[in-house]
């Protein structure tokens, strides 16, 4: 094991990695622990303040909209800064690990912009999160290549960021830690640590080549978590003697409570705002997790059936593009997961024409752009904006004034249609595990089934299970969902997975069962995951809620 060393006030207990000493410089701790010390009180104060929502809702107690930012909302004043340098035309973004081969072809990809995903598509192994801040550098320094076991060789088409997409950072959400940094024993913020190397490395340089330093804001569950944020940047740009208002962020809406609070939340950030994104699959979790113990009325069917189409997803988005719109911020679309399958046209016909379902309806609804998980899929959805947007950049002009602001609608989850079937329960558990097995090695973006799954997927899988199972669903077959028959299943599905050495299948499942099956109900998978599992010398620390 490694022995820990303090450098600069921080106390690193990781065994040491490749390119570590470039990123983690005298200076660059310095960054860290200056924003440690300002915020980490904050961040765990709103952390458990999660805590008191989630059992208010758990209670009966349905989120709403806050009679105490009523003015906010109602004041038809104000708006968030105009749009950075490289975010006027966001019409299709892709997103995906920032992994040398995938950084390269999203790069590469026609794409206007490329979220470089250091959350829900990256494993937080160490040595992922220093890689993802050298790849990112390396953009930079003109010297992101690859070349595959096979020979093949990956360039990108050009260095000049003017000609490739706009580069746009997610770090960690604010629940999670970074337990390989420590200050005074406390881990540190993932979310800071990501965006604090980031900024500190490439901020000015970004700002030089004619872009800046953009961010994607993931998990947050109310506008005080954008006010930290917004603290965070300001504090950030000043060490930096960098101009206030030089950051950008969009913010990711995917949980429920976040989906009360969107304007005041795009107020909090005004002036570091570029917008608002529907995060789909994550929100459904959101509204699971939230209400799992409230009845039938908050049991979802199947995941597969519900689609962008039932009632309650369709006044999520149209409510965001209002709030978007009305403040002169971008509204970009949801994730098309799709994989284009080589070997199977067929597959790829069907699959394509429901991507183009998916986003013409996005873009009719006024959104500006959407996200893709795969270079096939840059052409397919810039078609579909490209027919409502022309030469337009976006629809900032479609205020949107037509939707009707409703509590009511956003929680209307009874109205979703579609059964619980077996294959259901099964998909869920399979899913789940082969998710979990990867990242456990490190990958946090998987192709299963011809979709790219991030931890979104494991967490809907693992969190339906529980659910149905503490609400005592019953199939569209008549069977009753138990913790033995899941249990049983599971066992099935992994006396049917095809093993290889070095798997970790065995502690896939611990965390699933865990997860799932457990009376007590983790928050993040990823968080007890990472705690216990990710990185040998971790393995002996205790599950965390």
Known sequence: MNSPITLNNITITATPVRYQEQILTSEALDFLSALHTAFEPRRAELMQRRQVNRARIANGRDPKFLDETRAIRDDESWQVAPIAPGLEDRRVEITGPIERKMAINALNSGAKVWLADMEDASSPTWQNVIKNQVNLIRVLDQELDFTAPDGREYKLNTYDLKQLPTIVVRPRGWHLPEKHLLVAGTPMSGALVDFGLHFFHN????LAAGRGPYYYLPKLENHLEARLWNDVFNLAQDLMDIDRGTIRATVLI??????????????????????????????????????????PRFVF????????????????????????HRRGASAIGGMSAFVPNRKDASINEMAFGKVREDKAREAADGFDGSWVAHPDLVPVAREVYDEVLGENPNQLQRTREDVEVSGAA???????????????????????IRYIESWLRGNGAVALRNLMEDAATAE?????????IHQSAITDEGEIITRRWVQELTEETMDSLERFEGDRFEEAVEIFEACALRDDFPTFLTKNAYLRYLDAPARTLEMAG
């Not at 901020?203 to 970004?206: D, E, V, Y």
């Not at 994104?277 to 997790?289: H, L, P, Q, T």
């Not at 009874?414 to 077996?422: H, L, M, N, Q, Y």
């Open 203 to 206: 901020a000015k340089r970004l």
């Open 254 to 295: 995917e949980t429920i409570t976040a989906a009360f609070e969107m304007e005041e939340i795009l107020y909090e950030l005004r002036e570091h705002s570029s917008g608002l994104n529907a995060g789909r699959w994550d929100y459904i979790f959101s509204i699971i997790k939230s209400f799992r113990s409230r009845g």
């Open 301 to 324: 069917p199947d995941r597969d059936t519900v689609t962008m189409t039932a009632p309650f997803m369709r006044a999520y988005t149209e409510q965001l593009v209002r709030a978007c």
């Open 410 to 432: 956003l929680l209307n989850v009874e109205s979703v249609t579609g059964k619980i079937t077996e294959r259901g329960i099964r998909d869920n558990i399979e899913i789940g």
């Open 460 to 468: 809907i899988s693992r969190s339906q299970l529980w659910q149905w």
